[in-house]
């Protein structure tokens, strides 16, 4: 079976533009997560959505939004990109969205913003 | 807020030893769960193990185990027979039901610690 997968691999913009990274996750999973990690750090939590719906979100400004499609794929947009939001974007899926449920990884976006 | 601790930004073993990576996390949570995931160079995160705070027992994979100090607020990783493919950063991560019960995966992870297998 596939893995999650994420689209683009890599990107470059420069301040003030907009981002849209994209993300499959594994199928008959429900529920996808986004986080952002910056080089030399641990991830952290941006969103989680589960059946279309935002089910939490972390501790990240309105420039960061995101959606979930019905086949639950899910994009992440960044508007007014900031050099600060260099960084590897990974998205994760699981089954639904229990604490207990084990996440899965997808390869990630890497987003340098010049 | 839940904080996890990773103390060692860099470890190295030999291959064929045993090496043990440390993590402690803080939170005023008694239901939660607890991982380490692996993050090979220019790949991607995979788990390794993980670990119900509600039991008792260690849990293992294969050559990986953990020690889980629930008191201690300690989970460490050991990792035996150590091969060159063991070679990534390390994630120590928490997750727990929030307030009210409501629940979502927001996992906290660590700093991560760089494991280097050498030959």
């Known amino acids: 079976d596939a893995g999650v997968t994420q689209s683009p691999t890599h990107l470059i913009k420069t301040r003030g533009q907009q981002v849209t990274l994209r993300c499959s996750p594994i199928s008959g999973h429900k529920s996808v997560s986004w986080y952002q990690q910056v080089l030399g750090q641990g991830p952290q939590f941006i969103f989680q959505y589960y059946e279309k719906e935002e089910r939490g979100r972390g501790n990240f400004p309105d420039r960061f939004s995101a959606r979930q499609f019905p086949n639950y794929s899910s994009e992440l947009n960044v508007n007014a990109l900031l050099l600060g939001d260099s960084a590897l974007y990974l998205c994760?899926?699981?089954?639904?969205?229990?604490?207990?449920?084990?996440?899965?990884f997808g390869p990630g976006t890497r987003l340098l913003v010049l | 807020a839940q904080t996890v601790t990773q103390s060692q930004p860099e470890m190295s073993v030999q291959e064929a030893e045993t090496v043990t990576l440390s993590c402690t996390y803080d939170t005023s949570e008694s239901n939660y769960y607890l991982f380490w995931y692996k993050q090979p160079p220019s790949r991607q995160m995979i788990l390794v193990i993980r670990?119900?705070?509600?039991?008792?027992q260690n849990a293992t994979e294969n050559r990986f185990s953990v020690n889980f100090q629930k008191a201690a607020k300690s989970f460490s990783l050991k990792i035996s027979d150590s091969q060159l493919g063991d070679t990534a950063m390390y994630f120590c991560a928490f997750i727990s039901r929030g307030a009210g019960g409501t629940s979502y995966g927001k996992l906290t992870f660590g700093q991560g610690t760089i494991l280097t297998v050498h030959p």
């Open positions: 670990q119900e705070a509600y039991k008792q």
């Open positions: 994760a899926s699981s089954l639904n969205t229990g604490v207990w449920e084990t996440q899965y």
